[in-house]
């Protein structure tokens, strides 16, 4: 019978959630957007509300924080995720990478970032120039701690298999870099239907080298997100935002046995979203889930080991 004991090893998380985290400098980061001074902000960012902290928002953490809590957990290595969600400029966007570059480069190598890009100005209309971000993306290129690229579609109101965002995708795989999607029914008020993971299986096929990292885990679509990890080599399944004790059913079927002969296990990438969860309950009700200690031990670390930080 398979060993199901808690598992007590390394733990990666591959989703730091970075508004929260390091220092503002003399220009604004593109991530640190003051909704709750703006009425349709604070309607549409409401479930990020923390009524137990002042001005409902999580405190901002250090450095050394982040490393401080992380060993508390026994998170060995994690990835500090940029994202804007909003109109931005290119300084605020500078800003925010350099600030991110800043933290790896002094985390003794536990820290490595995603980055992300300007968003399209005009949804689908978008008819800009389209080989800026691969532009923004190829001049961050030489930051050893550079690990991926990150897109929100959601928010940004349009779906990832759009035209917009193929010159981006191609630049990734020139580069080795990694795409990480937001995927699944957003928390804040933002149109749903781009955020569906189906419109991925157009980007895998068209990018088969294109490794495909889908975070938030795609609920109420885990099904289909479930199916496209297996159908495609380089696609796999983020778990940030979620509480291990509420993951999906058919995700933990997935992690438990196989669909179409891919083990579950090897397509799962374990996620937080600090600070936005807490780390340590969080790690410790994963560390908890019933799954075989070689399940777990590739979901919770072995992945994330592979696939970011070789």
């Not at 928002?57 to 909003?86: C, F, N, W």
């Not at 297996?230 to 796999?236: D, E, L, T």
């Not at 399944?237 to 995700?251: D, G």
């Not at 002969?261 to 600070?275: N, T």
């Amino acid at each position: 019978m398979a060993d199901t004991q808690p598992y007590g090893g390394p733990i990666i998380d591959t989703f730091l959630h970075a508004p929260w985290i390091g220092e503002a400098g003399p220009v604004p980061r593109a991530d640190v957007v003051p909704w709750t001074d703006d009425a349709r902000l604070r309607r549409v960012m409401s479930t990020f509300h923390h009524p137990d902290q002042p001005g409902g928002l999580p405190p901002q953490r250090s450095l050394e924080q982040v490393l401080a809590e992380m060993d508390r957990a026994g998170v060995t290595h994690g990835i500090l995720a940029a994202k804007v969600y909003y109109p931005t400029t290119p300084p605020a966007l500078d800003a925010l990478h350099a600030e991110l570059a800043r933290l790896c480069a002094a985390s003794n190598g536990r820290l490595r970032w995603i980055a992300t890009v300007m968003p399209p100005e005009h949804g689908p209309g978008s008819y800009w120039d389209l080989m800026r971000n691969p532009r923004i993306i190829q001049s961050l290129h030489g930051d050893p701690n550079l690990v991926g690229v990150h897109i929100t579609p959601s928010p940004w109101g349009l779906a990832p298999n759009d035209r917009w965002y193929y010159p981006l995708y191609a630049r990734c795989v020139e580069l080795g870099l990694k795409l990480f999607t937001y995927v699944g029914m957003p928390g804040p008020l933002w149109p749903m239907a781009p955020n569906d993971p189906t419109h991925l299986d157009d980007v895998a096929l068209a990018f088969p080298d294109l490794v495909i990292v889908a975070h938030h885990i795609g609920d109420p679509w885990t099904e289909m997100a479930v199916r496209l990890a297996a159908r495609h080599a380089n696609f796999y399944i983020c778990t940030s935002a979620w509480s291990p004790k509420s993951y999906p059913e058919a995700l933990m079927r997935f992690l438990a046995g196989r669909w179409h002969g891919q083990r579950g296990s090897e397509k799962v990438l374990f996620a937080s979203d600090y600070p936005l969860l807490d780390l340590a309950r969080t790690v410790a009700a994963a560390r908890a889930m019933n799954l075989p200690a070689e399940d777990l031990r590739r979901m919770l670390h072995d992945n994330a080991q592979a696939l970011l930080f070789s």
